[in-house]
């Protein structure tokens, strides 16, 4: 969705998205890559305008969020040898990596869950947390994690099915409401107009990416 390439320019789905957006309202977008924590943090001192995140009730009484443009899961990863595992609530007892101030977490604290939480900055140090045996498994969002697992060769795989469909939107504070409605009428008009259809085409083998074989 976004990275820095060799140079640290930004690249992926989100940011060609959102230079879209800025370009159709005659703005120009910025990029800032961050922790999670980091980039929460700096929405709510207003030093960054607007991130993408998945949208719940409980992320909804803090931010006003756009049309959903997309659907993420979850999964569970682990060593191929762990059994058991079908989804989040077999993770009672167990030390989970998950990315720090994110939904997995928030959302597992909300269902009691009895885990460990193992909070890491990002989705690829939380499956690091597992293959270092800082954590047992790790609950992060499945399209990602399945992509840093195989182009790193990491001794991991997908525990039981996904779950938590979750839409992923753009989100800003909620004392922006006009950023808010310039966001979602310049979102309406890239989807109106074919661009969104455009950017999903070129990066569809990236979000729609599945493991070989």
Known sequence: FEWLDEQDQPLGFNVDLERAIAERGGRRAEHRLMGWSDATDALARGSVDAMPMFYSE??????????PFYYVMHAVYGPPD?????????LDGERVAVVASGFALSTMTEMGI???????????????????????????????????????????????????P?????????DRPELAA???????????????????A????????SRPG
Request: glycine content about 10%.
């Open 58 to 67: 409980t992320r909804a009484e803090k931010y006003l969020f756009t049309t």
């Open 82 to 90: 762990a059994g058991g595992v079908t989804g989040p609530a077999s």
């Open 114 to 164: 009895g885990s460990v939480p193992v909070p890491r900055p990002n989705i690829e140090q939380a499956l690091l947390a597992v293959i270092n045996g800082e954590a047992r498994f790790a609950l992060v969002a499945r399209a990602t994690a399945g992509r840093i697992v195989e182009t790193r060769g990491l001794d991991l795989q997908a525990l039981g099915p996904p779950f938590w």
């Open 166 to 174: 979750r839409p992923y939107a753009f989100a800003v504070g909620r």
């Open 182 to 200: 310039w966001l979602e009428r310049n979102l309406r008009q890239v989807i109106a107009e074919g661009t969104y259809h455009d950017l999903y």
């Open 202 to 209: 070129a990066w569809e083998d990236d979000l729609e990416w």
